[in-house]
T-cell receptor
Framework: LAKTTQPISMDSYEGQEVNITCSHNNIATNDYITWYQQFPSQGPRFIIQ???TKVTNEVASLFIPADRKSSTLSLPRVSLSDTAVYYC??????????FGTGTRLQVFP | DTAVSQTPKYLVTQMGNDKSIKCEQNLGHDTMYWYKQDSKKFLKIMFS???????INETVPNRFSPKSPDKAHLNLHINSLELGDSAVYFC????????????????FGPGTRLTVT
């Protein structure tokens, strides 16, 4: 199972773009990269998923380089409500996804 | 119109007691899960059920017994509760797991905070 490494915490200010990078050096060919967001006292919520290159939805963008050994979650113009823990997961089956420690993002006014 | 619901939201009990947590999803998913999030915020899968069939049991003590009466419900019963069982338990659901298939989005419930004293 691919292991992921991401920063423990990040700080930002409202209106800024936030990029959270996740390292997954031993990602397997069939593995997808998925990001979840968790607010305090709530269950995690799916943000975005990708396999390679770039994926964009209404919430975020996911950048994956050609070697797929890392990925970057990009949150455009964050607001206070984006303060949460962000998890990077790598795997080829939903039930094989491992939630690590995540990155605690704190957005300041 | 809650997608995944759990009851109770909070559960405080003494060591040695038996307790149950209920979970229901109205998303029409075939697969349901139980996750445990400890005080250090590590979120670990405990069980997964595919259409009422147990798929995963991640080395969870026998004191934990999931029960799925139908594919919309997955309950968790815990016998002889211990202090180390204190955690937040999340129920989740997704579309049916297929070997080699895509990664489906997990829908999590609000969690049940279990405190064992």
């Amino acid at each position: 199972l691919a292991k992921t490494t991401q920063p423990i915490s990040m700080d930002s200010y409202e209106g800024q773009e936030v990029n959270i990078t996740c390292s997954h050096n031993n990602i397997a060919t069939n593995d997808y990269i998925t990001w979840y967001q968790q607010f305090p006292s709530q269950g995690p919520r799916f943000i975005i998923q990708g396999y390679k290159t770039k994926v964009t939805n209404e919430v975020a963008s996911l950048f994956i380089p050609a070697d797929r050994k890392s990925s970057t979650l990009s949150l455009p113009r964050v607001s206070l409500s984006d303060t949460a823990v962000y998890y990077c997961l790598v795997g080829d089956r939903t039930d094989k996804l491992i939630f690590g420690t995540g990155t605690r993002l704190q957005v300041f006014p | 119109d809650t997608a995944v619901s759990q009851t109770p939201k909070y559960l405080v009990t003494q060591m040695g007691n038996d307790k149950s947590i209920k979970c229901e999803q109205n998303l029409g998913h075939d697969t349901m899960y139980w996750y445990k999030q400890d005080s250090k915020k590590f979120l670990k899968i405990m069980f997964s059920y595919n259409n009422k069939e147990l798929i995963i049991n991640e080395t969870v003590p026998n004191r934990f017994s999931p029960k799925s009466p139908d594919k919309a419900h997955l309950n968790l019963h815990i016998n002889s509760l211990e202090l180390g069982d204190s955690a937040v338990y999340f129920c989740a659901s997704s579309h049916r797991l297929i070997r080699g298939g895509p990664i489906y989005e997990l829908y999590f419930g609000p969690g049940t905070r279990l405190t064992v004293t």
